[in-house]
């Protein structure tokens, strides 16, 4: 059974940064393509940012695009994903899933097969 936990969430002032990480396990990685979503309180969840199965392919949502950077350690079974000049519309709760031997960069909820239970992530202004 494939776990996924993550953790680096918290309270930052508008312009900080915060770095998440999601630790698998039960199984090794290198055979997943992982994703990192959001759901801000009354909206639904919504890419973040993904990357593919060898690491070689990243994805991002217009909103974050060249404020977050995902990546991963195969070694280490990590998902991370760095955030920078946070927002308080970055307010939500962040969420690590994995899509088992997918290729490329996959955006959408339902294409994911193992979902982490979340951290959440408030910025103040």
């Known amino acids: 059974q494939m776990t996924l936990v993550e953790s680096g969430g918290g309270l930052v002032q508008a312009g900080g940064s915060l770095r998440l990480s999601c630790v698998v396990s039960?199984?090794?990685?290198?055979?997943?393509?992982f994703g990192w979503f959001r759901r801000a309180p009354g909206k639904e969840r919504e890419f973040v940012a993904g990357?593919?199965?060898?690491?070689?392919?990243?994805g991002y949502a217009d909103s974050v695009k060249g404020r977050f950077t995902i990546s991963r350690d195969d070694d280490e079974n990590t998902v991370n994903l760095q955030m920078h000049t946070l927002k308080p519309e970055d307010t939500a709760v962040y969420y690590c899933?994995?899509?088992?031997?997918?290729?490329?960069?996959?955006?959408?909820?339902?294409?994911?097969?193992?979902w982490g239970q979340g951290t959440q992530v408030t910025v103040s202004s």
């Open positions: 899933a994995a899509d088992y031997l997918s290729p490329i960069v996959r955006w959408l909820v339902g294409q994911y097969d193992h």
């Open positions: 039960g199984r090794p990685i290198n055979n997943y393509a």
């Open positions: 990357i593919n199965r060898n690491g070689g392919e990243t």
